[in-house]
């Protein structure tokens, strides 16, 4: 089901799982201290993960850093009693909106009905909680405005607010020494809409924050890595569609042929969907 990988000294990461919607999860490992990146989408998502990577059922990180406010990134918090859990200050926000929901089958389906939850992460949720529903939200112990600097003791992590059309609260760990920039979700597009949707404004200005990291590996925390290549021809692909999504007035079929042209070959499923994206959210 899941596989733990190491890249460079300090950094490994668990596979992500589509089914249940696990994403991958960080862990950086310095001489001083322990930082894990996102608490899993459930206790037992958290758990497995740092059993493995640690290699010691009493070993915990030392801090969590979680990337947004989403459910698969933070219901594995309860299984961090003694780690100290670091958020953006909106990340809080949202995640305190979350405090009085109930998770029964029949309360989230009321919620997908009424439009406050989607389909997609309902389905996930049944799967990843098949035989107990005690969820548990846990509030991150600090917070911070936009940018925090963690010194692990021989390698530093960057924890920057970089937003993004998925979610505005969206952060970005960029460890240093290992020029890795872990993305979490922040390049998808808004899932929690009408209509799934990148905004041309908003998928430009992103890409150029994420720029100014000089990165060799990016992670997204539903893919395998990409090498800084790789990323760079993912970005080149949104900002193109971004500027042929302006410049055709969001006209769908005008936008996949300028694009069809700019590749010089026939469009595959993944950019009809994408381009289809940008013009839900022209």
């Not at 596989?3 to 994403?23: A, C, E």
């Not at 594995?76 to 009085?100: C, Q, V, Y």
């Not at 990016?218 to 999504?245: C, G, N, V």
């Not at 936008?255 to 595959?268: F, P, T």
Request: hydrophobic fraction near 35%.
């Amino acid at each position: 089901m899941h596989t733990i990988k190491k890249i460079g000294q300090t950094f490994s990461y668990i596979t992500p799982v589509s089914l249940t919607d696990r994403p991958i999860l960080g862990m950086v490992v310095g001489n001083n201290k322990t930082l894990m990146i996102d608490a899993g989408n459930s206790e037992d998502h958290a758990k497995y993960f740092i059993k493995e990577t640690l290699k010691n059922e009493n070993a915990s990180p030392d801090m969590v850093v979680l990337t947004h406010w989403h459910w698969d990134h933070i219901f594995g918090l309860p299984a961090l009693p003694d780690t100290i859990s670091i958020a953006f200050a909106k990340t809080r926000n949202e995640m305190e909106k979350l405090l009085p929901y109930s998770w029964s089958d029949e309360a989230i389906d009321e919620r997908v009905k009424e439009g406050t939850e989607i389909e997609f992460c309902a389905k996930a949720i049944k799967e990843e909680y098949k035989d107990h529903r005690d969820i548990q939200v846990v509030l991150p112990d600090v917070t911070f405005d936009h940018r925090v600097e963690i010194d692990l003791g021989g390698v530093t992590c960057i924890v920057q607010h970089v937003g993004g059309d998925h979610a505005a609260d969206s952060v970005i760990v960029y460890v240093k020494e290992e020029k890795i920039l872990f993305l979490g979700d922040c390049i998808y597009p808004k899932m929690y809409a009408e209509k799934v949707h990148y905004t041309v404004k908003e998928i430009l200005r992103l890409l150029d924050e994420l720029a100014a990291f000089d990165a060799e590996t990016y992670i997204p925390s539903h893919q395998r890595p990409l090498t800084k290549e790789e990323f760079l021809q993912e970005t080149d692909k949104l900002r193109m569609m971004a500027k042929y999504t302006d410049l055709c007035g969001g006209d769908k079929h005008r936008i996949e042929s300028e694009y069809q042209a700019y590749i010089n070959r026939e469009l595959d499923k993944n950019e009809i969907e994408t381009i289809t994206y940008f013009v839900n959210g022209y």
